[in-house]
């Protein structure tokens, strides 16, 4: 099992910057898909953005240009590079592992982002 521990979450004003890390118990490098998620009060778990083993990632059109995913593998560690924040991208931060073969998904405890003047 991989167990995900995130850090960088807090309040932040907008237009300005933060950084999430997730580090892993394990190694991450290549069987696992790794993403951050979000959820607001009310609403769906939503993808952010996603990165495999080779590098390829994905964003949502909602953060794309201003959102940066990236992962370090000798550390077993994501990070999720947060630039120009809205108030609109208020919620809660999960890392998520994919585990491509059989498609489980191992989460992180959260953690909160907060946007405001």
């Known amino acids: 099992q991989v167990q995900l521990v995130e850090f960088g979450g807090g309040l932040v004003q907008p237009g300005g910057s933060l950084r999430l890390s997730c580090a892993a118990s394990?190694?991450?490098?290549?069987?696992?898909?790794m993403g951050w998620y979000r959820q607001a009060p009310g609403k769906q778990r939503e993808l952010v953005a996603s990165?495999?083993?080779?590098?390829?990632?994905n964003y949502a059109d909602s953060v794309k240009g201003r959102f940066t995913i990236s992962r370090d593998n000798t550390k077993n560690t994501v990070y999720l590079q947060m630039n120009s924040l809205k108030p609109e991208d208020t919620a809660v931060y999960y890392c998520?592992?994919?585990?491509?073969?059989?498609?489980?998904?191992?989460w992180g405890q959260g953690t909160q982002v907060t946007v405001s003047s």
């Open positions: 998520n592992a994919h585990r491509i073969i059989n498609e489980y998904d191992y």
């Open positions: 394990r190694s991450i490098f290549s069987s696992y898909v």
């Open positions: 990165i495999t083993s080779g590098g390829s990632t």
